[in-house]
């Protein structure tokens, strides 16, 4: 099995659910890309508010 990104075991700690469940998310791009848009802007406007240094 191939060595999981940052991106998975982010998901995976999030869900909780594990691999099976990541990898289905993974594989669904619409649902990967609303997601990684949701996350990006969570953590922008974190950053713009001085909560992430």
């Known amino acids: 099995m ?3 990104t ?3 075991k982010m998901l ?3 869900d909780g659910h594990g691999t ?3 990898e289905g998310l993974i594989t ?3 649902l990967c890309l ?3 848009n949701v996350v990006t ?3 922008y406007n ?3 508010m001085g909560k992430i240094s």
């Open 41 to 43: 802007e969570y953590l």
């Open 6 to 8: 940052k991106a998975q």
């Open 46 to 48: 974190s950053m713009k």
């Open 34 to 36: 609303m997601i990684l």
């Open 28 to 30: 669904d791009h619409e």
């Open 2 to 4: 191939a060595e999981k």
């Open 12 to 14: 995976e700690v999030i």
């Open 20 to 22: 099976t469940y990541v």
